[in-house]
């Protein structure tokens, strides 16, 4: 845990960007948070990287999205504790994440030299590299590296090349099997292994109470199977990431579901009796339960106000850890049927890019030693996490849209706010404008408006200014609501809202299950990438000497991509990864050089001293062991 001790008594000014003391200083920039303390050390913070400030009576505790801690003290000065609070909330909120990494991108490429960039590992390449590295090359002409999607147009989270069967006639049969897959993610293929056994990955099918089915989503799987070794001990078997009871909800409620397995049953190829396929549902909890997990450990170990934190409760107990175990206990299974039974594998969850990314980097993992190194493992990331669209903007909280979209309802007469320090500054002014916008239309007009303009955000801090503002004239229902957003909190009751609770709660009720109806509801916030990072923990400590990268390694990577100066991790998938870069009107010699592979550099510290390379096939697989977990403190900070 980092603790820095800022003297705040001297503190001269209010809600302006440099708040100065004898010897220390906190510069709040348009991008940056900067701690300038013992006078020479500093320690450069991106509001982006900020997951939650809070304000106790003596201190404040900013919690950035990698776990990591800064502790502000205030020497018993609550009003400047709170004016730095105040500052530091509506920084984050005014801050633009995408325009920073803009700034960092052409500060680069001024400053950048050719000759220090990665060509060999560059994301234009990838695909090709693959089909060359696996083990396609050995089925000669069996596999392409397609532009089928080249421009999008058959799934906007899928990038624009894949691997595929060199099959004129497939195109056609992606068309209409896109179609049966939620969100249009037909079965794609990340990993083919050296018995020539293969890992797909796709959605849910979208089979509904009918329990529909899709001809060419059965004939694009047999496609891939008929391309790989058929033996007659081959095994194909669906894997469903999620709980049965959650397919069965998906199934009545969002016409989403499971596969009917009669229809997968492929007795046809290479004249092989090839009946052996199954379902099987591996129970792992949605995205809403994993970040409640993960809030718990956060407020145990972090924020260390848990009353959970005694001595009878230890750190593997939570369900953080014990989900964790689950999570090995059937990576094990699925290696050892993989593996050893030579079964192919089509795994998904509901809509393929959280709980089916991580299985399909773990198998990977487990089977291929290229990303047990540095280097792979960066290409493993940006394989099944950045260009199958895992949602990195909406898993870590990037509310890059937020200033945007409040700009664009204001009125083409009304004037740019200017800074007005008698009202806590232009930000505050736009607020102002929205709720006179907002105020007087229906309430479940302004329920959905906030919901759609604020995300998952809260901020405490401007419910704070709103209760000692009487003139600020907001509804007492949106006075709530912006008190309850969990990015900020405080350790004071900052608003009564009793005379409101009841009516509140009703329509906060119909707001959720409005979402839960909503089959384009994406998931919002969650620590599904820190839970993978948490489990490679696992499997370095289990398998040291497989690795050559170590927990430090783990840390920094997870730090630098929650710290927005990379693209990449500010948007949700390649689609709008290239959007991005086309509207920074780069030409094609500057594009190549602005990729976070440039973070690939490694200390010394950070890789495994005891690392071997494989030497035989043998040598290459790992298997985890769900009973062998350890408490990663480095990463809760204990």
């Not at 020479?40 to 919690?63: G, R």
């Not at 959650?246 to 009917?260: C, D, F, H, R």
């Not at 129970?283 to 260390?304: K, W």
Request: charged share 25%; glycine share 2%; hydrophobic share 35%.
């Amino acid at each position: 845990m980092t603790q820095q001790v800022i003297d705040t008594s001297t503190l001269q000014t209010r809600f302006n960007k440099l708040l100065i003391t004898d010897n220390d200083k906190i510069i709040l920039t348009p991008f940056n948070c900067i701690f300038i303390y013992n006078k020479n050390k500093e320690n450069w913070v991106s509001y982006t990287s900020i997951k939650e400030i809070i304000l106790y009576e003596k201190s404040i505790k900013i919690i950035f999205k990698d776990l990591s801690t800064t502790d502000i003290m205030g020497d018993n000065n609550e009003g400047l504790l709170s004016d730095i609070f105040t500052s530091l909330c509506l920084k984050y909120y005014q801050n633009k994440p995408l325009q920073y990494s803009a700034e960092i991108i052409f500060t680069y490429l001024s400053a950048s030299n050719t000759s220090n960039i990665l060509i060999n590992c560059l994301p234009e390449n990838i695909i090709t590299k693959e089909l060359d590295r696996q083990k396609f090359k050995k089925h000669n002409s069996n596999w392409i590296v397609s532009d089928i999607n080249s421009h999008y147009q058959i799934c906007d989270s899928y990038p624009q090349k894949m691997i595929l069967p060199n099959n004129s006639s497939l195109k056609n049969s992606i068309i209409h099997a896109k179609n049966f897959r939620d969100q249009h993610r037909f079965p794609i293929i990340s990993y083919l292994n050296a018995s020539s056994n293969l890992i797909l990955r796709s959605s849910q099918p979208m089979t509904g109470i009918m329990n529909k089915s899709n001809s060419q989503d059965e004939f694009l799987i047999k496609e891939y199977l008929r391309n790989a070794d058929i033996s007659d001990k081959n095994k194909f078997i669906i894997v469903d990431c999620r709980p049965l009871k959650n397919v069965y909800a998906q199934k009545y409620i969002l016409g989403g579901g499971t596969e009917n397995m009669k229809n997968y049953q492929f007795t046809d190829l290479k004249s092989k009796e090839y009946a052996n396929s199954k379902a099987y549902f591996l129970g792992f909890p949605n995205v809403h339960i994993l970040s409640d997990q993960n809030e718990a450990m956060l407020s145990c170990h972090i924020i260390g106000n848990s009353k959970q934190k005694d001595e009878n409760v230890k750190p593997l107990d939570f369900d953080w850890y014990l989900n964790i175990q689950h999570v090995l206990k059937e990576l094990d299974y699925l290696l050892k049927e993989y593996l050893l039974n030579s079964s192919h594998l089509l795994i998904h969850c509901t809509h393929g890019w959280d709980r089916t990314s991580l299985m399909t980097s773990l198998l990977m993992i487990c089977t291929d030693p290229y990303y047990r190194t540095i280097e792979g493992f960066f290409v493993l990331i940006q394989l099944e996490w950045l260009n199958y669209g895992f949602r990195f903007a909406e898993r870590f909280d990037v509310n890059e849209y937020f200033i945007d979209d409040m700009e664009d309802m204001m009125t083409e007469e009304d004037t740019e706010p200017q800074e007005d320090k008698t009202n806590n500054g232009f930000f505050m002014n736009k607020i102002d404008s929205f709720m006179d916008k907002t105020k007087n239309n229906n309430i479940a007009d302004i329920h959905t408006t906030l919901k759609k303009k604020l995300g998952t955000l809260d901020i405490t801090a401007i419910s704070n200014k709103f209760t000692t503002n009487d003139d600020i004239g907001l509804d007492p229902i949106i006075k709530k609501k912006l008190s309850e957003h969990s990015c900020f909190k405080t350790k004071k009751k900052m608003i009564d809202h009793s005379d409101f609770e009841q009516s509140f709660n009703s329509d906060e009720e119909n707001e959720i299950k409005k979402i839960f109806k909503n089959p384009d509801s994406k998931g919002g916030v969650s620590p599904v990438f820190i839970q993978f990072l948490d489990i490679i923990y696992q499997l370095i400590k289990q398998h040291e000497s497989k690795f050559q990268y170590n927990g430090k390694f783990l840390l920094r990577l997870l730090k630098e991509i929650t710290s927005g100066k990379y693209y990449e991790f500010l948007l949700n998938n390649d689609k709008e990864r290239t959007q991005y870069l086309h509207s920074l009107k780069l030409d094609e010699e500057k594009k190549v050089k602005v990729s976070w592979y440039n973070m690939i550099d490694t200390k010394e510290s950070e890789k495994n001293s005891d690392y071997e390379t494989p030497t035989d096939q043998s040598d290459h697989w790992i298997f985890p062991n769900e009973s062998k977990v350890t408490f990663w403190k480095a990463l809760w900070r204990s």
